[in-house]
Nanobody, 122 residues
C-alpha cells in the first residue's frame, strides 16, 4: 500500500508555469505507474498524463499535450507535473494517482492523493 501527497498548487497568471509534486510513502514507488488527473467545478474528473514504472514512456491528454510534462524520480519517491503556457481552462483540483498498469482510466488507479488546487487567472 502507498500513500500520496501533492504539493505546489496555487494561483498563477495565464501564460505562466507551475510545477506540481507528488510524494509517495509506504510502498515500493518504482512498482507503480503514476498518473495525474484533474477536476474542474461542474465537470467530470479528467485524465491528464501518466508515466510508466521507470519513466520510459509517457502519455498525455490532447488538451495538455505539448504544454505539460510528466516526470518521476524514483530515488526521491516523487512524481512531477510541469505545466507550461497555462490557460484559465486549466483551473482545477489536480490529483496524483498510483496504479499497476498504464491507463487513462481513473478506475485503474487504486491509490490517490488529496488533491491540490491550481487556479489560472486571465
Amino acid at each position: 500500500q502507498v500513500q500520496l501527497a501533492e504539493f505546489g498548487g496555487g494561483l498563477v497568471q495565464a501564460g505562466g508555469s507551475q510545477r506540481l509534486s507528488c510524494v509517495a510513502s509506504g510502498g515500493t514507488f518504482s512498482s507503480y505507474v503514476m498518473g495525474w488527473f484533474r477536476q474542474a467545478p461542474g465537470k467530470e474528473r479528467e485524465f491528464v498524463a501518466h508515466i510508466t514504472w521507470g519513466g520510459g514512456s509517457t502519455y498525455y491528454a490532447d488538451s495538455v499535450n505539448g504544454r505539460f510534462t510528466i516526470s518521476r524520480d524514483n530515488a526521491k519517491n516523487t512524481a512531477y507535473l510541469l505545466m507550461n503556457s497555462l490557460k484559465p481552462e486549466d483551473t482545477a483540483v489536480y490529483y496524483c494517482a498510483a496504479g499497476r498498469s498504464a491507463s487513462w482510466r481513473s478506475s485503474d488507479y487504486p491509490y490517490w492523493g488529496q488533491g491540490t488546487q491550481v487556479t489560472v487567472s486571465s
